[in-house]
């Protein structure tokens, strides 16, 4: 499992009691709200990452302190984590025993014993995994410390033993890199590594999203082709069109690459498009332009392919398993999401059901089928 730049400093001007009883604040809004991290959440006219601080009066005081008491009252009716929450670790736990250490999503997200409400926690922990990243920028940033499980439980709203799990991965996956070191005894975080973390940010960005595209529209992006093209959102209206994430050197991609040169001969002159989005270089990966376009030659690639640059990557969220494919049907909705590798039959299946996925029509989604993801 594998993800803004947060910036901010605290104020001084205030008193200990007004920068505790905000911070506080702030935190107690979040439980009601819901939505990213409490302390990174920005209100208009307030830099990301920095507390509305100020003068405190002992009403305003005593209010929060009244609130910390229903918000810890709350927290300990939940000790443990569900029993639906416990089988989905548990199957993370199993896998990283079987793969040496690592967790491969995509299988644990295709797997048929997986029930909906799992697969959306599954999705939900994945989502928070890449976000940790820039979290540990941030907090570092804007507080100069190492945050503890508990305040990462807190502000993301998962369980502690959700966090540690999620750490662990993070240690022990080695497609990784060393972000952060754990104490081995308490499971907290001992140290964190700023210049790879600055890195990890920069080419993977703050977050990923796998969850919540489905009929939604596809968001807005501008690209250009190898041929001189430009291509925007709104260029697939009126078209069915495979919006595809690749690499050149992912053993996955190269294993598809076949049936999408196929699929797109096959309904060639319909209105079926394919848009080939090369990451290679959003990713920073040393890839040249001649070995780039050598595969595209030797593989009879014909449909349009563009450099993925990063506000692209960002509006699709980021995506960090590859292939991935979004169905933008012809009103400009998203209709699936496919990642890794997929058949011929499931691909010409997307197609001839007239743009209209499995999802939209109220039965079963398109399965994801178990690849690896690169470990570029």
């Given at each position: 499992?594998?993800?803004?730049n947060?910036?901010?400093?605290?104020s001084l001007a205030?008193?200990?009691?007004?920068?505790?009883?905000?911070r506080?604040?702030?935190?107690?809004?979040?439980?009601?709200?819901?939505?990213?991290?409490?302390r990174?959440?920005?209100?208009?006219?307030?830099?990301?990452?920095?507390?509305p601080?100020?003068?405190?009066?002992?009403?305003?005081?005593?209010?929060?302190?009244?609130?910390?008491?229903l918000?810890v009252?709350?927290?300990?009716?939940?000790?443990?984590?569900?029993?639906?929450?416990?089988?989905?670790?548990?199957?993370?736990?199993?896998?990283m025993?079987?793969?040496?250490?690592?967790?491969?999503?995509?299988?644990?997200?295709?797997?048929?014993?997986?029930?909906?409400e799992?697969?959306?926690?599954?999705?939900r922990?994945?989502?928070?995994?890449?976000?940790?990243?820039?979290?540990?920028?941030?907090e570092?940033?804007?507080?100069?410390?190492?945050?503890?499980?508990?305040?990462?439980?807190?502000?993301?709203?998962?369980?502690?033993?959700?966090?540690?799990l999620l750490?662990?991965?993070?240690?022990?996956?080695?497609?990784?890199?060393?972000?952060?070191?754990?104490?081995?005894?308490s499971?907290e975080?001992?140290?964190?590594?700023?210049?790879?973390?600055?890195?990890?940010?920069?080419?993977?960005?703050?977050?990923?999203k796998?969850?919540?595209?489905?009929?939604k529209?596809?968001?807005?992006?501008?690209?250009?082709?190898?041929?001189?093209?430009?291509?925007?959102?709104?260029?697939?209206?009126?078209k069915?069109?495979?919006?595809?994430?690749?690499?050149?050197?992912?053993?996955?991609?190269?294993?598809?690459?076949?049936?999408m040169?196929?699929?797109?001969e096959?309904?060639?002159?319909?209105?079926?498009?394919?848009?080939?989005?090369?990451?290679?270089?959003?990713?920073?990966?040393?890839?040249?332009?001649?070995e780039?376009?050598?595969?595209?030659?030797?593989?009879?690639?014909?449909?349009?392919?563009?450099?993925?640059?990063?506000?692209?990557?960002?509006?699709?969220?980021?995506?960090?398993?590859?292939?991935?494919?979004?169905?933008v049907?012809?009103?400009g909705?998203?209709?699936?999401?496919?990642?890794?590798?997929?058949?011929?039959?499931?691909?010409?299946?997307?197609?001839?059901?007239?743009g209209?996925?499995?999802?939209?029509?109220?039965?079963?989604?398109?399965?994801?089928?178990?690849?690896a993801?690169?470990?570029?």
């Amino acid at each position: 499992m594998y993800n803004r730049n947060l910036k901010g400093r605290r104020s001084l001007a205030a008193g200990p009691e007004a920068r505790d009883t905000n911070r506080l604040k702030k935190k107690t809004e979040a439980r009601a709200t819901g939505g990213s991290p409490a302390r990174h959440a920005p209100t208009k006219g307030q830099a990301v990452g920095v507390g509305p601080h100020g003068s405190s009066t002992r009403r305003g005081s005593m209010k929060n302190w009244v609130l910390l008491v229903l918000v810890v009252g709350l927290a300990a009716c939940r000790q443990s984590p569900t029993e639906l929450e416990m089988g989905v670790h548990q199957r993370v736990e199993e896998m990283m025993k079987e793969e040496d250490g690592s967790v491969v999503f995509s299988d644990l997200h295709n797997s048929k014993e997986l029930s909906a409400e799992e697969r959306d926690y599954l999705d939900r922990l994945y989502e928070v995994f890449f976000a940790l990243p820039a979290y540990f920028q941030s907090e570092s940033r804007a507080a100069g410390r190492i945050p503890k499980v508990s305040d990462i439980a807190h502000d993301y709203r998962i369980h502690p033993s959700a966090v540690r799990l999620l750490l662990t991965v993070m240690t022990s996956d080695s497609r990784m890199p060393t972000l952060i070191t754990l104490d081995e005894a308490s499971g907290e975080i001992r140290s964190t590594d700023k210049e790879k973390i600055d890195k990890f940010v920069e080419t993977r960005g703050s977050e990923v999203k796998v969850s919540g595209w489905i009929g939604k529209p596809v968001p807005a992006f501008e690209v250009t082709t190898l041929e001189g093209e430009t291509i925007t959102e709104k260029d697939l209206v009126g078209k069915n069109t495979l919006v595809f994430f690749w690499l050149t050197r992912c053993p996955v991609c190269q294993k598809i690459t076949p049936n999408m040169v196929e699929l797109y001969e096959k309904y060639a002159g319909s209105d079926f498009e394919i848009l080939g989005l090369n990451v290679d270089v959003a990713l920073g990966l040393e890839v040249s332009g001649e070995e780039r376009a050598r595969f595209i030659a030797e593989r009879g690639i014909e449909y349009p392919v563009a450099i993925l640059d990063p506000d692209t990557r960002a509006a699709f969220g980021n995506v960090n398993i590859f292939p991935a494919m979004f169905w933008v049907t012809s009103d400009g909705t998203i209709g699936e999401l496919l990642l890794n590798y997929q058949d011929l039959d499931t691909l010409v299946r997307l197609v001839e059901g007239g743009g209209e996925s499995k999802a939209a029509r109220g039965g079963d989604r398109i399965s994801i089928d178990g690849e690896a993801e690169t470990d570029s």
